[in-house]
């Protein structure tokens, strides 16, 4: 008798998993409220914009994401990991092997060249990293192979952003998160840099971008709305 066909079981645990996230601050004498109860499961591979107005937690939502802050109530699992308890140095860590970043500042070092930008996530990494090879691949990936010795302070708002982007993936994380990536850049630079999230899901990179433009969100798979601190869809 012909021995049965092999069963593929899916991996089903998403790759973010929030569950009714609390975060307020007080930043004077009024307490703001900038997550009230949020929920979200963002699967791997899928590209995901945060949408909404100014104020409504958009920026506070992807930092909890990517463990830049932490909520004050609620249940975060990474990959199936609960990372609630996490001690500092644990979470840093973490978040150096998971995530890379893309600020609408850029915040990059303004006197350092693209090459040692690129390099800066490698300094805090636990295991040896082939970086030099790594940065000049990415580098050319994101078209400044003619710019690698300039200091970004030297640069374009646009070239700065794609250093910010080669920067964010020398780590090869799991999930890029783009905090208003096009907010400081004009029109036509803004749709390039779009076109480099957009070809970096297509590789299969999970991209989570924060965005006040509907235009921008239009290019995600899926868009969640927030408003007052609330998902409203």
Do not use: C
């Not at 601050?25 to 591979?45: F, K, N």
């Not at 409504?56 to 909520?71: F, Q």
């Not at 990991?81 to 970043?101: I, K, M, Q």
């Amino acid at each position: 008798m012909d021995s049965p066909p092999p069963r593929y079981i899916l991996n089903t645990v998403p790759l973010v998993d929030i569950d009714e996230l609390w975060k307020g601050y007080r930043p004077g004498s009024v307490r703001v409220q900038a997550l009230s109860g949020v929920s979200l499961r963002i699967e791997r591979g899928e590209f995901v914009a945060i949408a909404g107005p100014s104020g409504s937690g958009k920026s506070t939502l992807l930092y909890v994401i990517g463990l830049l802050d932490r909520p004050d109530r609620g249940r975060y699992l990474l990959d199936g990991r609960d990372v609630g308890g996490l001690n500092g140095r644990e979470r840093a860590h973490l978040r150096n092997e998971t995530f890379g970043f893309v600020f609408q500042t850029f915040n990059l070092l303004p006197r350092a060249t693209v090459m040692t930008n690129v390099l800066l996530p490698t300094l805090y990494a636990r295991h040896p990293v082939d970086g030099k090879r790594r940065a000049a691949e990415l580098i050319d990936r994101v078209g400044l192979t003619d710019r690698v010795g300039h200091r970004s302070n030297e640069l374009s708002g646009g070239e700065q952003q794609r250093v910010a982007i080669a920067r964010a993936l020398i780590m090869n994380p799991q999930i890029l998160l783009a905090d208003e990536p096009t907010g400081n850049l004009d029109q036509k630079t803004g749709r390039e840099i779009l076109g480099i999230f957009h070809a970096l899901h297509a590789q299969g990179l999970t991209v989570v971008l924060v965005t006040h433009d509907p235009e921008v969100g239009g290019i995600a798979d899926r868009s969640v709305r927030l408003e007052d601190g609330r998902v409203t869809r």
